[in-house]
T-cell receptor
Framework: EAGVAQSPRYKIIEKRQSVAFWCNPI?????LYWYQQILGQGPKLLIQ????????DSQLPKDRFSAERLKGVDSTLKIQPAKLEDSAVYLC?????????????FGNGTRLTVT | AQSVTQPDIHITVSEGASLELRCNYS??????LFWYVQSPGQGLQLLLK??????LVQGIKGFEAEFKRSQSSFNLRKPSVHWSDAAEYFC????????????FGTGTQLKVEL
């Protein structure tokens, strides 16, 4: 099966600009997660979707970050405006269901550099 | 809230030597525990997981981990390291009813000397 697809792989923007990342999960996977991985740290969950609904966005900085999964398939994560501290790798993961018995599959990530 | 500590930021071992990566968790109930590996520029790949039952779990690529409730630990081991094992390793914990959401440690960077 095809893996989790993310684009772009790299993005460099100036602070206060906006940026968007795209994720296409494995076909049939109901759950989709966005993680932020800052250099030297482990991934931190930003938001979890179940089909096209948000399950948990408690750690999403909603004043600047937004995410959607309108048709319950692919998803977009947006940052507007970006800050220097947003420099990180943004990882998308998907799972067949919202259960620890359902392994998470991670994409290769988008590396964002904010200058 | 649950948390994970990986005390070792960097570890260097010689090829063929044994490996143990440490992981300590904090969670009030029986946790769901995972080890993931991340190669440069790649996403995370699941090595193994522990939910319940036998406290010694086997994973892919010859890795194993042992759950020790008394020590709140879930250390990852491999008897003989290969150069291709050089990567970053993350321990993660999930909470009961957590919907497959994971809390990751800060990772251990493994270097293998030939």
């Amino acid at each position: 099966e095809a893996g989790v697809a993310q684009s772009p792989r790299y993005k460099i923007i100036e602070k206060r600009q906006s940026v968007a990342f795209w994720c296409n999960p494995i076909s049939g996977h109901a759950t989709l997660y966005w993680y932020q991985q800052i250099l030297g740290q482990g991934p931190k969950l930003l938001i979890q979707f179940q089909n096209n609904g948000v399950v948990d966005d408690s750690q999403l900085p909603k004043d600047r970050f937004s995410a959607e999964r309108l048709k319950g398939v692919d998803s977009t994560l947006k940052i507007q405006p970006a800050k220097l501290e947003d420099s990180a790798v943004y990882l998308c993961a998907s799972g067949r269901q919202s259960s620890y018995n359902s392994p998470l599959h991670f994409g290769n990530g988008t590396r964002l550099t904010v200058t | 809230a649950q948390s994970v500590t990986q005390p070792d930021i960097h570890i260097t071992v010689s090829e063929g030597a044994s490996l143990e990566l440490r992981c300590n968790y904090s969670y009030g109930a029986t946790p769901y525990l995972f080890w993931y590996v991340q190669s440069p520029g790649q996403g995370l790949q699941l090595l193994l997981k522990y939910f319940s039952g036998d406290t010694l779990v086997q994973g892919i690529k010859g890795f194993e981990a042992e759950f020790k409730r008394s020590q709140s630990s879930f250390n990852l081991r491999k008897p003989s390291v290969h150069w291709s094992d050089a990567a970053e390793y993350f321990c993660a914990v999930g909470a009961m009813g957590g919907g497959n959401k994971l809390t990751f440690g800060t990772g251990t960077q493994l270097k293998v000397e030939l």
